[in-house]
Structures are given as C-alpha cells and as structure tokens.
C-alpha cells in the first residue's frame, strides 16, 4: 500500500524560514509533487521531483532522496500569504499512474 | 485561458437520485483524474485516464465511475449516490503522465441527503 506523512500543523512568523517534511512509502516511484492550498481553493502546483537533489524556484525550494523515501519543502522569507496547506503528493509506478497524497501540512505564518 | 471546467460548482441530492458531474479541459491535455477531498482524509484519487477510452481505478473508486470517450472531457458519474459521497471533488488534468504539473478545476461541492 502507499503511505505518506507529512506533519498536521506548523507555525511560523513572517520573514523566517520554515521546512515541510514529507517521508513516504509506495509501491514503486515515479516522481513527487509539492502543491499549495488555501483554505476552500483548488490546490496550485509547487514543485515536481524525479531526481534525487534540491529544485529551487524563487523562494521555494524542494528536496528528494528517493534512497530515505524523503521530501522536504523550504519556504524562505515567509509571507502572511504563505498560510496555506502544503500537500505533498507521490506518483507510484510498477504500470499504474496513481497519485497518492499526504493529509497536508497546515502552515501559519504570524506577524 | 487554459484552464479546467467542473460543473456542478456545488449541488445538494439525495440518495439514490443518479448524478453526472462534468469536467472538461481546454489544453489538450492527455492525462486527467478525479479526486475527493475530505476533512481529516486528504485528497484521495478517485479514478484516472492516461488518454481516451484508457481509465483505471484510484484508491477509491467505489460508487463512482468515469468514461474517457474524447480527450477534453472525463465526467465523473455516481449511479447512485449515497451520504458518505458527502464530499469536495476535483478534477485535474496534465500534459501527460510524467509532464509534471497538474492542473485542478475549481472543485464541485456535493451533498448527498
């Protein structure tokens, strides 16, 4: 079966930096996908990982070790905006495409 | 504007009272799937198509089914509905399966009485 787990709930303040761990356990791999989700919105693409190594986009960057079955999501300088659920989301394979995801990590960003 | 279409945005049933909510894309996209969203639960995978007349099952399929008989559409069926449908439902869509991202519709709303 596929298990994925991120952390329920984070706080922050504003203008830190704060990282999102994802530790997953599938049947096969085919890539990792970080998406943001305010609260009664559809979920935005983040960042999508096939590769082992960091991916860096403005102020979020994302990490895989596919070898650990770990993904982290970095957010630099924090903004009131950022409060959102981070999802983080596994494709496996072995002739399926499903795409798994975890429960989302609800983050909060105070002044 | 490139972008995903649901409709119902919300609807209230009732049990057993069959439903068709529709999704549609205007990317030209070959890779399209349905999700449910439940507090507690997550976005969970309903069903899948990797192109026309090509769908396969999620992690929860039961009580829904899909067809794929044009590129742009995949509506999403449940014969009939029953009160744990109660849910938030998004359709997506990508280029292809490894394409990277996945674009979401803005969600259906159902409540099934």
């Known amino acids: 079966g596929q298990n994925i787990d991120q952390p329920t709930e984070m706080t922050a303040t504003e203008g830190a930096i704060v990282q999102i761990n994802c530790t997953y356990q599938t049947s096969g791999f085919n890539g990792l996908f970080w998406y943001q989700q305010h609260a009664g919105e559809a979920p935005t693409f983040l960042s999508y990982?096939?590769?082992?190594g960091l991916e860096e986009k403005g102020r979020f960057s994302s990490f895989l070790s596919r070898s650990k079955g770990y993904s982290y999501l970095l957010l630099k300088e924090l903004q009131m905006k950022d409060s959102a659920s981070y999802l983080c989301?596994?494709?496996?394979?072995?002739?399926?495409?499903?795409?798994?995801f975890g429960k989302g990590t609800k983050l909060s960003v105070i002044p | 504007e490139a972008q995903v279409t649901q409709n119902p945005r919300y609807l209230i049933t009732v049990t057993g009272k069959k439903l068709t909510v529709t999704c549609s894309q205007n990317m030209n996209h070959e890779y399209m799937s349905w999700y449910r969203q439940d507090p507690g639960l997550g976005l969970r995978q309903i069903y899948y198509s990797m192109n026309v007349e090509v769908t396969d099952k999620g992690d929860v399929p039961e009580g829904y089914k899909v067809s794929r008989k044009e590129k742009r559409n995949f509506p999403l069926i449940l014969e009939s509905p029953s009160p744990n449908q109660t849910s938030l439902y998004f359709c997506?869509?990508?280029?292809?399966w490894g394409a990277g991202e996945l674009f979401f519709g803005e969600g259906s709303r159902l409540t099934v009485l």
């Open positions: 989301a596994v494709v496996s394979g072995a002739g399926s495409y499903q795409l798994t």
């Open positions: 990982n096939v590769l082992d």
């Open positions: 997506a869509s990508s280029l292809s």
